[in-house]
T-cell receptor, first 114, second 114 residues
Framework: DAGVTQSPTHLIKTRGQHVTLRCSPISGHKSVSWYQQVLGQGPQFIFQYYEKEERGRGNFPDRFSARQFPNYSSELNVNALLLGDSALYLC?????????????FGPGTRLLVL | EDQVTQSPEALRLQEGESSSLNCSYTVSGLRGLFWYRQDPGKGPEFLFTLYSAGEEKEKERLKATLTKKESFLHITAPKPEDSATYLCAVQATAMDTGRRALTFGSGTRLQVQP
């Protein structure tokens, strides 16, 4: 079975631009979460979606938004990019509703803001 | 606020030299503690989930244990291919919202020399 897939793999933007990152979960998984990982740190939670509804939001500004589609894929949008938004953006999917709600991560999208 | 602290930040071992990585945590109510392995530029790879104090899990040369305040990842007779960053994360109970966010530590960078 295919794992979590993300696109694009790499992206270069300039300050003030907008970016859209995409994620397809593991088949059968209905929950998708987004994380930001800056170099040398652990991933930091941004959003979680389940059945197209937002389940949780981390401590990120309103420039960050996300949505989940009927096929459970998801998009993360970031507006008015800042240099500090440069990071690895990770998507994780999980089989929500079970005790072992383990999150499985995709390869990430490396975003560089110049 | 949930917190995870990992130590040491970096560890260099000789092939065959066993050691342990520490993960200390504070969480309002522990739903699960997760260990992941992350190779440079890639997404975290799931290793273990632990749910309650006293629980242990093993996979090849790795063994994870859990107490009420910390978890250990024991590496027995490591090989160079075990070189990676090992991340610890906690998931708190949130029955009202269904939020399942992971709070990560900064990781331990392990290097195993031949």
């Amino acid at each position: 079975d295919a794992g979590v897939t993300q696109s694009p793999t790499h992206l270069i933007k300039t300050r003030g631009q907008h970016v859209t990152l995409r994620c397809s979960p593991i088949s059968g998984h209905k929950s998708v979460s987004w994380y930001q990982q800056v170099l040398g740190q652990g991933p930091q939670f941004i959003f979680q979606y389940y059945e197209k509804e937002e389940r949780g939001r981390g401590n990120f500004p309103d420039r960050f938004s996300a949505r989940q589609f009927p096929n459970y894929s998801s998009e993360l949008n970031v507006n008015a990019l800042l240099l500090g938004d440069s990071a690895l953006y990770l998507c994780a999917s999980s089989h929500a509703g079970t005790r072992q709600e383990t999150q499985y991560f995709g390869p990430g999208t490396r975003l560089l803001v110049l | 606020e949930d917190q995870v602290t990992q130590s040491p930040e970096a560890l260099r071992l000789q092939e065959g030299e066993s050691s342990s990585l520490n993960c200390s945590y504070t969480v309002s109510g522990l739903r699960g503690l997760f260990w992941y392995r992350q190779d440079p530029g890639k997404g975290p790879e799931f290793l273990f989930t632990l749910y309650s104090a006293g629980e242990e899990k093993e996979k090849e040369r790795l063994k994870a244990t859990l107490t009420k305040k910390e978890s250990f990842l024991h590496i027995t007779a490591p090989k160079p291919e075990d070189s990676a960053t090992y991340l610890c994360a906690v998931q708190a109970t949130a029955m009202d919202t269904g939020r399942r966010a992971l709070t990560f530590g900064s990781g331990t960078r392990l290097q195993v020399q031949p």
